[in-house]
């Protein structure tokens, strides 16, 4: 695909005559286009924030005559991911008359529900509260962003000043005022007293951009953000040095991945005290200039302007008072040193709440903070989950942005906590909280599982995501640790996994594997020990090498797994779950099995001793014992087929029925069935069970407990 070349500095131009060619006529194909286009430069506009619409003429199905239609983003979505589905379809004369009915600001929100009388299309996404803010303007293209260059001087204290200066009267001002039924009669005023405008800058919050057609619009949108985006590049360092100038040098990136890797499971714990959170990390230098500058104890309190950012950020992020190259080896210590900032942070955040509540405001939500600052290191998120806490990572840089320009050409001027508040805690944005759906079962949980790339391994891992958790894939085998990876991001998306090699029998693996679980998620909840082999042979032809071997994997890869799980896990105090596969084998006497069936009982002996060890920190330690998954397994690649087979008189072909028959139930068994029993001891209803041994064999009588 050919892109259209031109001169622009700060914003990318992906317009494509080739593509938008063949959309030529259809109006809301280009909508989608154009919109697609913005979402994609997160200098435009952040994660799911802004909207796009075009009016156009449509038959109305009930009278058959022309009206006029306005399309435009519907409630939640994302403008870069956007499809006809997420838009809204409104009647533009009905949505118009209910300025007839609306009696004033102090009812606005009950406008809401009458766009609902204005729908054209019945199968359109739920108009959102932007609907009139497109729909009293009369333009058939029109863009609302929220560029950090354009924020930047909506945020500024003398920011109308600013922009009648730089855009000679071209673009209006309306001041801060939340989203809703009066900001859109405010742009329709403004509109009205400065005819000819190409745009209005909204105070704090964004941009209003619009055009006679897509491409018109789009260019349009474009170039008010290269003029800001210019301007605010020839003001950089005319004041002083940027954010005051450097107050501390930033570690070195493997200092800063180590330290952050250290620190956080126990910032994971700290924030988890109300629900589970997952954690993302990020040492962007845009974050290390901001984080190591004098004027970060000055900015960071004052919290942020857009309301977009603000909502997925809270009010003001938490500032650690810790040395770049702090030693954090004593966890116990570090807790004793971070607690009372936590302790600080929840009694600012309970102070705000009840400072700003109305009688009908929603219950007070976590007080624990969002963003977390440390100078010379970088920025933790965390959230409800992995791609909530990495959106919430980008918006604050956004944030940052937006306090590095407005202190260039101005200062920075953040919202007034009450009207934070009445965006934060509005009765419409609680409503739509309430509407999204149940967390699943594992929402807020990190999985590992060893071997995780194949067989029962990546059974389980997908379960786990089904059920909302995240997960370390992880095999030691490379080309196949990449299948899954990719096999994952196609099914779930890139948000609910990492990777990383692991040999169980290699401490600097292990080390490796669990450094990676804190980068990528902020810790561990659950561990699965998984990794395995089989050796099948009589007592004359088990050489040494093959003893060693299978107890290294099984025994010894258990133990210094589960003991890394219990030191990130005792980290972060707030529980856990380790679950080892062990076999059939571990209680049945079978032949030719003298290495493995002694290595299984002994994984399943140590279960046990871990399970009486670790209760006291809420680690619960559980066993499923299959039999005979061979479906996609590691173990019947070498000569464990053939062994087993030999031993119990048949052919490899003839093992599956031979297995299935000889249990009470005559049933195969296979990863799914593994994967189901793990999640039953994880899934929320058995919280209070451990050192327990649930066998998923179909039913061998031998191997029955007791």
Known sequence: MS?????????????????????????VALLIYRSNLLGAD?????????????????????????????????????????????????????????????RGVAYEDEMVELFNHCIFDLSSKAPSIDTPLHGFLPFAHIDHLHPDAAI?????????????????????????????????????QCLDENPGIRGIMLGAHGLFTWGDTAYESYLNTLGVIEICSDYLAQNYGKKGPV??????????????????????????GLCSSKQHMIGHFTDDARVLEFTNSNDLARLAPMGTSCPDHFLRTKISPLVLDLAADEDLSDTKALKEKLLPSFEAYRAMYTDYYETCKHPNSPAIRDTNPVVILYPGVGMFTFSKDKQTARVAAEFYINAINVMKGAEAISSYTSLPHQEAFNIEYWLLEEAKLQR???????????????????????????????????????????????????????????????????????????????????????????????????????????????????????????????????????????????????????????????GYGSAKAAQLHLSRLNAAELG?????????????????????????????????????????????????????ILPDDIANACFVFVGGLLQKSTGNVLNVDGGVAMAFVR
């Open 3 to 27: 892109v259209k070349e031109t001169n622009y500095k700060y914003v990318s131009y992906l317009w494509d005559e080739e593509e938008a060619t063949k959309l030529a006529g259809d109006e």
């Open 42 to 102: 997160l200098r435009l506009t952040n994660y799911g924030g802004g909207n796009t619409s075009c009016k156009l003429m449509e038959k109305d199905p009930l009278t058959g005559n022309e009206t006029e239609v306005m399309w435009v983003k519907g409630s939640g979505g994302d403008l870069g991911t956007l499809k006809k589905s997420g838009l809204a379809a409104l009647y533009v004369d009905r949505l118009r008359s209910l300025k007839n009915i609306y």
């Open 152 to 188: 930047a001087i909506a945020a500024a204290a003398d920011g109308k000043k600013i922009t009648e200066e730089l855009f000679g009267g071209t673009i209006g001002w309306v001041e801060w005022k939340k989203p809703g039924f009066e900001l859109g009669l405010q742009l329709k």
């Open 243 to 268: 954010f005051g100038g450097q107050k501390m040098e930033s570690a070195n990136e493997a200092s800063r991945k180590k330290q952050a890797a250290t620190l956080a499971p126990l910032l994971r």
């Open 436 to 594: 999204m759906p149940k967390p699943k079962p594992l929402t807020g949980k990190i999985a590992l599982i060893t071997g995780s790339a194949g067989g029962i391994g990546k059974a389980i891992a997908k379960k786990f995501v089904a059920e909302g958790s995240v997960v370390i894939l992880n095999d030691m085998n490379a080309a196949r640790l990449e299948e899954a990876g990719a096999e994952f991001a196609k099914q779930f998306g890139k948000d609910a996994y990492s990777t990383t090699l692991l040999n169980v029998t290699s401490q600097e693996d292990i080390d490796g594997a669990f450094h990676a679980a804190a980068l990528a998620f902020g810790g561990i909840d659950i561990v699965v020990n998984n990794a395995g082999l089989s050796i099948s042979k009589t007592i004359g032809d088990h050489s040494e090498k093959d003893w060693d071997l299978l107890y290294d994997v099984l025994v010894k890869g258990q133990f210094f797994i589960t003991q890394a799980a219990t030191k990130m896990m005792q980290k972060q105090d707030v529980g856990g779950d380790i679950i080892n596969i062990v076999s059939k084998n571990a209680l049945v006497s079978g032949p030719n099995n003298a």
């Open 616 to 668: 006291a920190d809420h680690i619960r330690v559980n066993v499923v014992n299959p039999d005979a998954v061979i479906s996609d397994s590691n173990i019947w690649a070498g000569g464990w087929a053939e062994g087993r087979a030999k031993a119990y008189g048949v052919t490899v072909a003839e093992l599956p029925a031979y297995y299935a028959k000889r249990t009470l139930l005559n049933q195969i």
